[in-house]
């Protein structure tokens, strides 16, 4: 075989480890080691990477080169799979270096190496996710340049938000109903806690992991490196065995946060660590005192149920990226009865495979349409496996006959626009804040909208909200007759209609979405109607999967015809030429009036280009709160440790900024802000009288982890109810 080396990171060429490879590799060390293995990991950035096939070289020098030997699946599952040619092989220097400088293996591409390479397919972002959903479930691009979701979410499905990784889209059924699926989507559901409870391992596994992720915040970023993640990681394997996915899931998310931090990546948002370790607290906290809710342990598997006959309709497709390598697509559909369903191909291969899976073959009753063809067509599918996020399975029984497909105005797909947005804002932003990320997904399922494109902010584009026409909430003519198309756009901005957000819902290069967004933003005036998912983290924020013109005369868009209408903001790419004319744009605003259209862009006008330097325009009641302050020093807490909070608080404006709190009504953040420092601050002394110092000591770290989870708890509840309260109030004129 050819052999090929490389001298950049690691990360674009290691493949994905276990958890618990990286954790006893780690465990082996001395202590003279570990107090090396830092600087070590640092090295590796500049280490020439050698691959012979799936086989990967490090090179350390003549007398040291570590060899990795990924199974099937691609992952680095079996410590044997990795040796070192030093003396000191295999508790060595070298190989922990190597194994924590690679990407941490999803659970589930681990367990599933033995796989072929149909195998693990990635989560959907979005949205994280992981994103995410990582990634995914702002659904920034994670370190690799992927999403997280969840951000993905990720988020998508997504989702992506931070379930990024190894989730097959699609299984290999008996063609019974019961399908062994490809990939971590198969299987029967697994985990879970009984009629009375956690089990007495699964509460000593929780236990463990609270103790292990206590100390990582007390440390904070500075002082989490590999010796700390790699404790993490062991923590995780141990929440495995004993049935808590969804703690090992949250474990993850942090190790890769922290990973994220400490090398200082560009898509690094310090929120998403923060999430993950509130998220990881949370639950091993509730998991340690024994809480009874089943929904605490989480799932390992899906399993595919048969569901009949269906009649399924292309809405859309959304590329897919996740932090651990995989990329693919993810198309979405839409059933007669107004039930979502999806069809993913997600792989290893990250931006690049992302970006061609658009167009590639969909694996479903082994048919050949494309998931291009797909998402502007229709499915006739009989025999149909579905998990119980809708993934349709691909098993042998699955026979799919391809239809034609609708556009968005006609049939089930009309509806997605038929009401008000702020409804379906209010449905999707219903869920518990604290539920799985894993479960509840990137923020529901896509919402519609009709909207009028007003201008640039930053990197997203500001459009009003048009009522449906003759719908609830339309708004009347003068003469009291129904809002017609071409006229609804006028009198919805004089009315002072919602102002919204479009954001990206993935900022790589190698996807279209924000020139797509760039492009609507230079054309102000011009009505798009937008299918996307509602951000729960920030006021009234939509990010568009797709946009297409809006019924009726007006300016706006004017897409192919083979596009049916509709143009998927990741892959298609707008022209110059399927926007309006910029004298269509300039009549409406004069139709309309400057004050409708510039009135809460005080200072600023209507801005025509994407702008990154612009500030912000429109007053956002999130960031704008007075609950910056407890933000700001719950971010604190992860990105300093404890003593960078306790710092804080011995400031002689601490008592102001409680004061402000409190003078704007945020009594009990103030309260738990005023914990929250004072616990930081708090010193034990030994039974000689000596200061115990913070790192070491246990029970002082368990109470000041307990004062943060509930300040970011209740930060986390009272942003989610100012960005539903968002979705219903109209910007000050």
């Keep these: 075989m050819n052999a090929s080396a490389s001298a950049s990171g690691p990360a674009a060429h290691l493949p994905p480890v276990a958890p618990h490879v990286v954790a006893a590799a780690v465990e082996d060390l001395t202590s003279r080691l570990r107090r090396k293995l830092d600087d070590a990991v640092e090295r590796c950035a500049g280490l020439p990477v050698t691959a012979e096939g799936p086989v ?181 394997h141990s929440a495995r065995v004993a049935g808590l996915p969804r703690v090992e899931a949250a474990v993850l998310r942090v190790v890769r946060g922290l990973r994220a931090a400490r090398a200082r990546h560009d898509g690094h948002r310090l929120a998403d660590l923060v999430s993950a370790l509130r998220e990881l607290l949370l639950t091993t906290g509730r998991l340690a005192a024994a809480d009874p809710d089943p929904a605490l342990p989480g799932v390992t598997r899906r399993a595919y149920r048969p569901g009949g006959s269906l009649r399924v309709y292309g809405v859309c497709r959304e590329p897919v990226i996740s932090a651990t390598g995989y990329g693919g697509v993810v198309t979405h559909l839409l059933a007669e009865d107004g039930r979502w369903f999806s069809v993913a191909d997600v792989r290893p291969g990250g931006p690049a495979r992302a970006r061609g899976a658009g167009t590639s073959a969909v694996a479903l009753g082994g048919g050949t349409l494309t998931h291009a063809r797909l998402a502007r067509g229709g499915l006739l599918v009989s025999g149909t496996t579905v998990s119980p996020d809708g993934r349709l399975g691909a098993g042998r029984g699955v026979r799919a006959t391809p239809v034609a497909g609708l556009p968005w105005s006609s049939g089930p797909l009309a509806a997605l626009f038929a009401r008000p947005v702020a409804q379906a804002a209010d449905e999707t932003l219903s869920a518990e804040p604290w539920a799985d990320p894993q479960e509840a997904g990137p923020a529901g399922p896509p919402v519609g909208c009709d909207l009028v494109v007003v201008g640039a902010e930053g990197d997203r584009v500001l459009a009003w909200v048009l009522p449906p026409p003759g719908g609830p909430g339309a708004v009347p003519a003068p ?162 440790g404890r003593r960078a909070v306790a710092e804080s608080g011995r ?83």
Excluded: K
């Design 479 to 640: 003469d009291g007759r129904a809002a017609e198309a071409g006229e609804a756009d006028g009198w919805a901005a004089e009315a002072g209609g919602l102002l919204i957000r479009l954001a990206p819902v993935n900022s790589h290069p190698d996807l279209a979405h924000v020139a797509n967004l760039r492009q609507l933003a230079s054309r102000p005036g011009t009505r798009v109607r937008v299918l996307g998912r509602v951000d729960p983290d920030r006021a009234a924020t939509l990010r568009p999967l797709a946009v297409g013109p809006v019924p009726g005369p007006g300016p706006t868009l004017r897409l192919p015809a083979e596009w049916l209408d509709r143009a998927d903001l990741g892959y298609d790419r707008l022209q110059g030429s399927h926007l309006p004319s910029r004298d269509e744009c300039a009549s409406w605003q004069e139709t309309v009036g400057a004050n409708a259209v510039t009135g809460p862009l005080t200072g600023s006008g209507p801005v025509t280009g994407s702008d990154p330097a612009a500030g912000p325009a429109v007053a956002d009641p999130v960031t704008g709160s007075p609950l910056w302050r407890v933000r700001r020093l719950v971010e604190l807490a992860v990105s300093g």
């Design 56 to 236: 990967l070289s490090v090179s350390w020098g003549e007398d040291a080169v570590v060899v990795l030997t990924p199974g099937s699946s691609g992952v680095v599952a079996d410590p044997a799979s990795a040796v070192c040619s030093c003396l000191l092989a295999p508790r060595c220097l070298h190989r922990a270096a190597v194994l924590s400088a690679c990407p941490v293996a999803e659970p589930d591409a681990a367990a599933d190496s033995e796989v072929a390479a149909d195998g693990p397919c990635g989560d959907v972002p979005g949205a994280d996710s992981d994103g995410a959903r990582d990634g995914l479930p702002d659904r920034a691009s994670t370190p690799d340049g992927s999403v997280p979701a969840d951000e993905a979410g990720t988020r998508s499905g997504t989702g992506t938000q931070d379930r990024a990784g190894a989730e097959s889209g699609s299984g290999t059924g008996d063609g019974s109903g019961a399908e062994s699926g490809t990939g971590a989507e198969s299987g029967t559901a697994t985990g879970g806690a009984g009629a009375g409870g956690p089990t007495a391992a699964q509460t000593a596994a929780a236990a463990d992991v609270w103790r292990t992720a206590a100390a990582v915040l007390v440390s904070g970023v500075p002082g989490a490196g590999a010796v700390p993640q790699a404790e993490l990681l062991r923590a995780a």
């Design 651 to 733: 400031g002689s404006d601490a008592p102001a900024r409680r004061a402000h709190l409190r003078r704007a009504g945020f009594e009990t953040a103030a309260a738990l802000a005023a914990a929250l420092t004072d616990e930081a601050d708090r010193r034990t002394r030994d039974v000689f009288g000596r200061l115990v110092d913070h790192d070491t000591d246990r029970s002082g770290a368990d109470r000041y982890a307990w004062a943060w989870l509930a300040a970011a708890v209740h930060l986390m509840a009272a942003e989610r109810a100012l960005v539903r309260a968002s979705w219903h109030d109209a910007p000050p004129r």
